[in-house]
């Protein structure tokens, strides 16, 4: 019997699950490796992981640092 994953003592509100799960437009990512760049331009709720090369890539935080 496979055991139950025990998580951490406090809950998530809401608000808080809201807020993690939820894909925001104009939020950009690069390729580390080739220098591409993504932008979300249609938002929702889920899990976005973009990729390229074979790897993840990486959430833009200044678009100005980029080179």
């Not at 437009?25 to 932008?39: E, L, Q």
């Amino acid at each position: 019997m496979a055991e139950e994953a025990e998580f951490p003592g406090s809950e998530w509100s809401v608000d808080e699950w809201t807020e993690e799960w939820t894909i925001h437009v104009g939020k950009a990512y690069h390729c580390t490796m080739c220098g591409t760049m993504v932008m979300v331009t249609k938002g929702g709720i889920g899990v976005m992981e973009p990729g390229c090369c074979g790897k993840p890539m990486v959430l833009v935080e200044k678009p100005d640092e980029i080179r």
